[in-house]
């Protein structure tokens, strides 16, 4: 949806300028495709006020969108090793580990534990 409405866009507004990158629906959405991937190859005409505020928002976008993705697969993986870590009994806080293992180690050593 993103892509195609800045395609259309650009398209529109771009079209009779640039005809090589814009002149179609079908270029435009190429060409910004190759931007979402850091292709910003142009001719050696400098860009308009217009084309750098389209393409800082198109970048800026594509970029929260990326980011945001990757939150949410970060986020979730996070989710999953607390859950895993909550139904774990053998877990505990820091002082009940230290405390237990003072214990295991007076058991093994002054009670002879778990032999005879």
Do not use: C
Request: proline content about 4%; glycine content about 6%.
């Amino acid at each position: 949806l993103f892509l195609s409405v800045l395609s259309f866009l650009g398209h529109w507004m771009f079209g009779p300028d640039r005809p090589a990158q814009y002149g179609t629906f079908v270029a435009s959405a190429y060409t910004l495709t190759r931007f979402f991937v850091g292709d910003f190859s142009n001719s050696d005409k400098p860009p308009g006020a217009f084309y750098f505020i389209f393409i800082l928002f198109y970048t800026t976008v594509a970029f929260i969108m990326m980011v945001s993705f990757l939150l949410a697969i970060v986020v979730d993986a996070y989710s999953l090793a607390v859950a895993s870590i909550q139904d774990d009994d053998s877990e505990m806080d820091v002082v009940s580990d230290i405390w237990d293992t003072f214990k295991t180690v007076y058991y093994i050593v002054v009670r002879k534990w778990p032999g005879a």
